[in-house]
């Protein structure tokens, strides 16, 4: 059996033990629990994990901070922000930072280790709130009129597969989904994302969706 190893930093005590006991209660799921940032950062700085679990909001800083740091020095630890619904801004923030999707405080035990999972599959959960608020705030007041040596300089070289697997990540579709959906093998679909990571100059899921959807190279 594969032990993941998850890192969840909350300080609302309560809020703290009930995702740790959802968690937990999945055998694979090796979980440390911390309250504050200084203490997630000494154990991130001895053994990382492979997933991190932060909230926004800690006594001595923000979660934005921890994943953008995690995100530098241990890209391979997928980072997953907790939020309250409505809280679209500091999600996009997280993301832009190099975090991978979500959970929401709320969420049901089942629907947090289902969240966990998704994004070790190479998903990115981002719930249609999240994309619609991403479009309000990159929509320009007015749609200039479009010009095709600036859109084509605007696609930065993406095929048409690229964009369709793009899209696919957008939609949370694992690997094999997008692979079938679009007729290629599974075995290819990391090849094509490293060259969009490339293309894109992003590092994450999570930047590569939002860089497309800010690019207009995709619509959710």
């Known amino acids: 059996m594969t032990t993941i190893r998850i890192h969840l930093v909350e ?9 740790h006991a959802a968690l937990a209660a999945d055998p694979e799921f090796q979980v440390e629990s911390f309250g504050n940032l200084a203490d997630a950062r000494a154990a991130i700085a001895a053994q990382p994990p492979h997933v991190l679990l932060t909230d926004l909001e800690l006594p001595d800083g923000h979660g934005t901070s921890l994943t953008a740091e995690v995100h530098a ?9 907790i939020s309250v619904l409505c809280d679209e801004a500091s999600v996009v923030a997280a993301i832009s930072a190099g975090a991978s999707g979500y959970i929401v405080k709320d969420a049901l035990p089942e629907d947090i280790g ?10 990115s959960p981002l719930s249609a709130a999240i994309a619609r608020y991403l479009l309000r705030r990159l929509q320009p007041a007015t749609e200039p009129a479009p010009d095709p040596d600036q859109a084509a300089e605007t696609n930065l070289g993406l095929t048409a597969r690229e964009i369709d697997i793009l899209w696919g990540i957008a ?3 694992t690997y094999n989904e997008i692979a ?5 093998s599974r075995k290819t679909v990391p090849n094509h994302i490293k060259s969009i990571y490339r293309k894109l100059e992003v590092n994450s899921r999570g930047e590569a969706v939002f860089e497309a959807i800010s690019r207009k190279l995709i619509q959710l």
């Open 11 to 19: 300080d609302d005590e309560p809020t703290r033990k009930r995702l």
């Open 180 to 184: 079938d959906g679009i007729g290629i």
């Open 171 to 173: 939609k949370g579709m």
């Open 114 to 123: 289902t969240t966990v999972r998704q994004v070790l599959q190479g998903q």
């Open 73 to 81: 020095a241990h890209p391979s630890v997928e980072i997953l922000v």
